[in-house]
């Protein structure tokens, strides 16, 4: 069945009602459903593979891009090319808009736009091939990602199940607190969340699987404690619910260069429906903007969200 963008709520609208009403000022999500452009599954699929292998730029930039230039390789700021490629920007060539951070936005041109100045040297690989499919491993981004789970109050805990359980999250049934350390010091963080991954799987697939389930969290399919951490949006159809989760995991582990279940998902909803789900393009994004910053360092509390702590 494919899914309809006019779906009904009861007379007490739901989170997800309410986010849904509040999105529509939202810039993502507006442009993902005024202007219709990734509407079809197979230019969402697109977009999805875009971003995960632009991964020298955020998810968010990685989509302004594909907007902008679908065909873009490699982008960089006119002065970047210039002094660390030696290349000068070519006459009428088109600029793309990104977010700059912690400023406004930043004017960057593809390397299609650019010729060699005399002189100048090969471009690097990066450059050169930047799509070229990698064959990744999980590092250290598995217990990182689980120690920054611990700011959220989620306590991530292995279990040897069958194959055909990868992991689950859901409420902690107890009143418990976890010990999270920042520097030298240990605070105590409401645990709130319990997630299970199963021990009989390889380290890149139980990744795979805690980014699955991050991102039902983060798309906020579990509630909120706190709506400037990340949205309500309980009360969503469960097909909504698994397109996010699943893409906001293509977008992390494809970006990381990790084989994982969700790029067969979503594949074979593109084989299956011709529409995507009316999904929030901008819970996607920044959930997997998150789950992929967790697992790259550690982090720090979140605002109101220690209850005491010990040196």
């Given at each position: 069945m494919v899914l309809q963008a006019g779906l009904r709520y009861p007379n007490d609208a739901s989170p997800a009602e309410k986010f849904d009403q509040a999105s529509a000022r939202r810039a993502l999500d507006d442009l993902f459903s005024v202007a219709r452009r990734y509407n079809s599954s197979a230019a969402y699929f697109e977009l999805m593979q875009f971003i995960g292998r632009f991964r020298f730029y955020s998810p968010f930039n990685a989509m302004l891009i594909h907007t902008q230039m679908a065909g873009a390789r490699f982008v960089a700021t006119p002065s970047r090319w210039r002094d660390d490629f030696s290349r000068e920007v070519k006459a009428g060539a088109r600029p793309i808009v990104i977010l700059q951070p912690m400023g406004p936005v930043l004017f960057v041109i593809d390397?299609?736009?650019?010729?060699?100045?005399?002189?100048?040297?090969?471009?690097?690989?990066?450059?050169?091939?930047?799509?070229?499919?990698?064959?990744?491993?999980?590092?250290?981004?598995?217990?990182?990602?689980?120690?920054?789970?611990?700011?959220?109050g989620i306590?991530?805990?292995?279990?040897?199940?069958?194959?055909?359980r990868a992991g689950s999250i859901q409420y902690a049934p107890t009143i418990e607190?976890?010990?999270?350390?920042?520097?030298?010091?240990?605070?105590?963080?409401?645990?709130?969340?319990?997630?299970?991954?199963?021990?009989?799987?390889?380290?890149?697939?139980?990744?795979?699987?805690?980014?699955?389930?991050?991102?039902?969290?983060?798309?906020?399919?579990?509630?909120?404690?706190?709506?400037?951490?990340?949205?309500?949006?309980?009360?969503?159809?469960?097909?909504i619910r698994e397109f996010e989760a699943e893409s906001a995991c293509y977008l992390v582990c494809t970006r990381l260069g990790i084989e994982n279940?969700?790029?067969?998902?979503l594949s074979g909803y593109v084989k299956k429906y011709e529409s995507t789900p009316p999904i929030s393009l901008d819970a996607v994004l920044k959930s997997a903007l998150l789950i992929e910053k967790m697992g790259q360092g550690r982090l720090g509390l979140r605002k109101n969200s220690s209850i005491g702590g010990r040196g």
């Open positions: 390397v299609a736009e650019t010729e060699a100045m005399p002189g100048a040297p090969s471009l690097p690989p990066e450059v050169e091939c930047p799509f070229e499919v990698r064959q990744g491993r999980i590092t250290s981004e598995l217990a990182t990602t689980i120690e920054n789970a611990k700011r959220d306590r991530v805990s292995e279990r040897a199940h069958g194959s055909q607190t976890l010990d999270v350390v920042i520097g030298t010091a240990v605070q105590r963080v409401p645990l709130r969340y319990e997630l299970l991954l199963n021990t009989n799987l390889s380290a890149e697939s139980q990744y795979a699987t805690l980014a699955h389930e991050l991102g039902h969290l983060y798309c906020g399919h579990l509630g909120s404690p706190n709506s400037k951490w990340w949205p309500d949006r309980q009360g969503l159809p469960i097909e279940p969700s790029a067969q998902y």
